[in-house]
């Protein structure tokens, strides 16, 4: 098996990730990866917007800590990326980062759907008690093809993050998911494979099987990622996520280079 790129990868500048780049491209090293990028939680325009990301002050620093990298690992492709929070409005900001660095990809992600309410955050878990399922994959997935269709994302992350502590809605979701992958389809993005969810409750890739065989139907693109937080992190579970992406007909993922795509047997 040849690895995918894993394209997912934080750094301890967000605030809630622990160990040294460098680490995780050892780590990515020792597991026999060619490729990975660092994609990092963005900053916002205002540092109290939450606190799980980097300051403003910080993206310089986030970037020569990426060049860094590249330096000390000559035989390892390192890519520079950001993974962008996509809220209503915001596109400008992510304009005016975008222009900042020479950026390889952007992830665009989904994790506020409301402007105080990211579903993933383990401090906000009460708020799913308030809130009927069916009515936040509602939001999100209205949110998720909203953010395909600005162009301003490479790719979309884990496109099914509501599930990650487990709630589903009962209701069929597939009319959200084709609005969505059309959207997805038609902009170029490609599906973050996000391994994460493995270790979350929902004890799922995201996204299911289901929104990836649709994907495949579709045309969308694809890439990788573990979502590392931590350097043993770093490629984990890819084997499942590649056995997953085969078994809806993927043979190809994407790889980016200044925000230009290529294409990679897997
Ligand atoms: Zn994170
Ligand atoms: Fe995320
Ligand atoms: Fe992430
Ligand atoms: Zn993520």
């Known amino acids: 098996m040849s690895l995918p790129p894993d ?24 597991l026999g990866f060619q490729e990975i990028g660092f994609s990092d939680h963005s900053p916002m ?6 606190n799980w990301r980097m300051r403003l002050d910080q993206l310089d620093e986030y970037v020569e800590t990426v060049r860094r990298v590249q330096r000390d690992f000559p035989r390892l492709t390192v890519r520079l990326a950001l993974e962008v929070d996509y809220l209503p409005g915001g596109e400008d900001w992510i304009r005016d980062l ?23 955050d383990p401090q906000k878990l009460s708020e799913w008690n308030n809130r009927d399922a069916r009515e936040v994959w509602t939001l999100y997935f209205e949110r998720l093809t909203r953010a395909a269709e600005t162009g301003l994302f490479e790719i979309i992350g884990h496109a099914d993050l509501p ?53 495949f139907q579709t ?48």
Request: charged share 25%; with cysteine.
């Open 163 to 215: 599930k990650k502590f487990g709630h589903r809605p009962s209701q069929d979701c597939a009319p959200l998911y084709e609005t969505f992958l059309e959207a997805a389809r038609k902009h170029g993005c490609a599906l973050d494979i996000n391994t994460a969810g493995l270790r979350k409750d929902c004890r799922e890739i995201y996204p299911s099987r289901e929104i990836l065989r649709l994907a």
């Open 219 to 266: 045309g969308v693109a694809i890439t990788f990622g573990s979502d590392a937080h931590a350097p043993e992190e770093v490629g984990m579970n890819f084997a499942e996520a590649v056995q997953l992406a085969r078994g809806v007909g993927y043979t190809h993922c994407l790889r980016f280079a200044k925000r230009q795509r290529g294409s990679v047997r897997f």
């Open 45 to 50: 325009p205002r540092d109290d917007f939450d």
């Open 7 to 30: 394209y997912h990868l934080h750094t301890p500048l967000c605030r809630h990730a622990t160990g040294a780049p460098a680490e995780y491209a050892r780590r990515a090293v020792e």
């Open 98 to 120: 975008a222009a900042r660095h020479p950026w390889d990809y952007f992830i665009g992600s989904v994790h506020y759907v409301s402007d105080d309410w990211a579903i993933d």
